[in-house]
């Protein structure tokens, strides 16, 4: 069983990414640079991380070649207004050293900005050729659907939070209808108690697998999902990868889709929308 690419919009994006939030410096460009070397083929930056440039330095420090990795980077919510968005993504190419991101994301959405005027700087980027192709994060079905309609490139990823204790089927389910990857952040559920949930466990003793590896394989065997646990630590690096060689049956997936909650969110800043 090979690593699988979620097609969208346009874009071929392999379903399981680096993700870097709160890794900085030599820590993360190590982990990026390690997490290459191994095998990882997509890593995920925003200029909000302040971790660029290390982003960037493992990239070079791997041997796999710029074109074989697909790097995503996101612009924050005050700088999504024309102009003022272009000049951050060129900002972001120069700390990561590249000529072009390959996803360009809208960190969160503003409502002191038009939306209009965000996705019509977001397609310019795109069409500058500053990112291969664009998409949003943090958008609910209604804001991905105004986006999905003001946008004239396509809108090809939304990257909100999701695992096992966050039910996001309706938004996924708007994300496949208009053929946009749903990428999910923090689909460790941030490495808390959600990896000491019995029925993970219990899966993961039946698979020897861990209970990481048993939650990443839930985001990625369904359809149109793409994960990108972080970890700055080389182990749990590798751990996070190696599930490419099993597969969870349909009732597995039904006891994890189970866990659900009402309180399941764990991230909403003041900034966040009124979610889904
Ligand atoms: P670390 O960087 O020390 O590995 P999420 O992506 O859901 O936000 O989770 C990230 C958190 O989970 C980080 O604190 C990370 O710590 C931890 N983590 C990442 N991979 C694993 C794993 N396989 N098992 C346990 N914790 C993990």
Redesign the pocket.
């Known amino acids: 069983m090979k690593m699988h690419n979620v097609e969208a919009g346009g874009a071929s994006i392999p379903c399981l990414g680096l993700?870097t939030?709160?890794?900085r410096g030599p820590e993360c460009a190590s982990?990026v640079s390690f997490a290459l070397e191994i095998g990882y083929r997509h890593i995920d930056t925003a200029s909000a991380y302040a971790n660029e440039e290390a982003v960037g330095e493992g990239l070079r420090a791997s041997r796999v070649a710029r074109d074989q990795i697909f790097l995503t980077t996101k612009v924050g919510r005050d700088d999504i207004d024309e102009g003022r968005l272009e000049r951050a993504a060129e900002a972001s190419l120069k700390r990561l050293g590249v000529e072009a991101v390959d996803l360009l994301l809208i960190h969160w959405p503003n409502p002191a900005i038009p939306l209009k005027r965000s996705i019509a700087a977001l397609c310019k980027a795109r069409r500058r050729g500053l990112a291969r192709h664009i998409g949003v994060s943090n958008f609910t079905i209604r804001l991905l659907a105004e986006a999905t309609a003001l946008a004239d490139e396509p809108i090809v990823a939304n990257q909100c939070e999701y695992?096992p204790w966050l039910d996001q089927s309706q938004l996924i389910a708007a994300c496949r209808k208009s053929d946009v990857a749903f990428t999910s952040?923090?689909?460790?559920?941030?490495?808390?108690d959600i990896?000491a949930e019995p029925k993970a466990l219990a899966i993961a003793g039946r698979h020897g697998k861990?209970?990481?590896?048993v939650l990443l394989r839930w985001h990625v065997q369904q359809n149109g999902v793409v994960a990108?646990?972080?970890?700055?630590?080389r182990q749990?690096?590798a751990?996070?990868i190696a599930i490419f060689d099993f597969s969870l049956t349909e009732a597995e997936m039904k006891e994890l889709f189970s866990l659900a909650r009402p309180n399941g969110r764990l991230i909403s800043p003041g900034w966040a929308p009124a979610w889904d």
Do not use: D, F, M, V
């Open positions: 993700g939030w709160a890794a982990a695992h952040y923090s689909p460790l559920g941030r490495g808390g990896l861990t209970p990481a590896q990108i646990p972080k970890s700055a630590n749990r690096i751990e996070n």
